[in-house]
């Protein structure tokens, strides 16, 4: 009986038990009472929908999984918009109502569903886990600024953008530049020939580059060049005997710290949670081999 719920009034005059203040007044009014009762009744209804979003078979759908939810999504990055509220109510009451087929079926008692429920149970803690050691251990804007110097202090300096054709023999890459000189197109001999596929299916092309990015033989002969200059013979070094073009030279860029500082943050957490991981791992007693 929803009555069971409205505690009796004390008596007139007398402190409300749990409450500091004292009565009001000390007059007894019945019709107060009775009012008050009646709006309490009235009031009960409205305050169980605003903590649930509908009634499916006879059980309530609480508003909490609309919010757990909305929260999950809000997670992942998506914005909440009253659209997306209105579809969330919608998941959640039709996922009751699936459920509650599931469950007049049998389907909870089953042990392939026990088995997927205890997957799910692993897979939520260990989500928390990592939720929780997010918060507190926040990348801070200094933190993304010492990584961005180290950074910017490597991408410095002068950039070259060359081409090269790769080949196994000296005689092979003599022979490419005899036709070179004959007027053949470097491009064009890069393709047919160079057994560095990727750069040989863009004319040898290798973009910009700092020379130390390459093996020692090929960056120190390739910053002799002067733009547009070819290699007056083979270059070898650990991969074969290369040709070389200097296509162009200009000084390396690198942008704002404001442009990269999200991406910069993020690297240091994934980085730091991996580090984190690792200390549990290293910490449990298991007697299981890992495989790395």
Same mark, same amino acid.
Not at 31 to 52: D, E, I, R, Y
Not at 123 to 140: A, G, H, Q, Y
Not at 145 to 169: P, S
């Given at each position: 009986? /929803?009555?069971?719920?409205?505690?009796?009034? %004390?008596?007139?005059?007398?402190?409300?038990?749990?409450?500091?203040?004292?009565?009001?007044?000390?007059?007894?009014?019945?019709? $107060?009472? $009775?009012?008050?009762?009646?709006? &309490? *009744?009235?009031?009960?209804?409205?305050?169980?929908?605003?903590?649930?979003?509908?009634?499916?078979?006879?059980?309530?759908? %609480?508003?909490?999984?609309?919010?757990?939810?909305?929260?999950?999504?809000?997670?992942?990055? !998506? !914005?909440?918009?009253?659209?997306?509220?209105?579809?969330?109510?919608?998941?959640?009451?039709?996922?009751? /109502?699936?459920?509650?087929?599931? #469950? =007049?079926?049998?389907?909870?008692?089953?042990?392939?569903?026990?088995? !997927?429920?205890?997957?799910?149970?692993?897979?939520?803690?260990? =989500?928390?886990?990592?939720?929780? +050691?997010? $918060?507190?251990?926040?990348?801070?804007?200094?933190?993304?600024?010492?990584?961005?110097?180290?950074?910017?202090?490597?991408?410095?300096?002068?950039?070259?953008?060359?081409?090269? /054709? *790769? &080949?196994? $023999?000296?005689?092979?890459? =003599?022979?490419?530049?005899?036709?070179?000189?004959?007027?053949?197109?470097?491009?064009? *001999?890069?393709?047919?020939?160079?057994?560095?596929?990727?750069?040989?299916?863009?004319?040898?092309?290798?973009?910009?580059?700092? %020379?130390?990015?390459?093996?020692?033989? @090929?960056?120190?002969?390739?910053?002799?060049?002067?733009?547009?200059?070819?290699?007056?013979?083979? &270059?070898?070094?650990?991969?074969? +005997?290369?040709?070389?073009?200097?296509?162009?030279?200009?000084?390396?860029?690198? %942008?704002? @710290?404001?442009?990269?500082?999200?991406?910069?943050?993020?690297?240091?957490?994934?980085?730091?949670?991996?580090?984190? #991981?690792?200390?549990?791992?290293?910490?449990?007693?298991?007697?299981?081999?890992? !495989?790395?």
């Amino acid at each position: 009986m /929803i009555e069971a719920l409205i505690e009796p009034l %004390p008596p007139t005059g007398a402190p409300t038990p749990g409450c500091p203040f004292r009565a009001l007044s000390k007059v007894h009014h019945p019709m $107060k009472s $009775k009012t008050f009762a009646v709006l &309490v *009744l009235a009031l009960l209804p409205m305050a169980v929908m605003a903590q649930n979003i509908a009634v499916v078979n006879g059980k309530t759908v %609480p508003k909490a999984r609309v919010d757990a939810l909305l929260q999950q999504a809000e997670r992942g990055g !998506q !914005q909440i918009s009253p659209e997306m509220q209105g579809q969330a109510r919608d998941q959640v009451v039709i996922r009751e /109502i699936f459920a509650q087929e599931a #469950q =007049r079926r049998g389907m909870a008692a089953s042990s392939d569903f026990k088995a !997927q429920m205890e997957l799910a149970r692993e897979s939520l803690l260990i =989500r928390e886990l990592f939720e929780d +050691w997010r $918060k507190k251990n926040v990348v801070t804007d200094a933190d993304a600024q010492v990584e961005y110097d180290k950074f910017k202090a490597q991408a410095t300096g002068t950039e070259y953008r060359a081409r090269h /054709i *790769l &080949v196994d $023999k000296e005689e092979e890459a =003599r022979a490419l530049m005899a036709q070179l000189k004959a007027g053949a197109k470097f491009e064009d *001999l890069a393709k047919a020939n160079s057994k560095d596929t990727g750069s040989g299916a863009n004319g040898g092309d290798l973009d910009f580059a700092k %020379p130390e990015n390459y093996v020692p033989e @090929f960056g120190s002969a390739m910053v002799k060049l002067k733009k547009g200059e070819t290699t007056e013979t083979p &270059v070898k070094s650990q991969f074969g +005997w290369h040709i070389i073009r200097l296509d162009d030279i200009r000084e390396a860029s690198f %942008p704002a @710290f404001a442009e990269v500082k999200d991406q910069i943050k993020q690297r240091i957490e994934q980085v730091r949670l991996q580090t984190y #991981q690792e200390e549990l791992r290293t910490k449990a007693k298991t007697d299981y081999k890992f !495989q790395q």
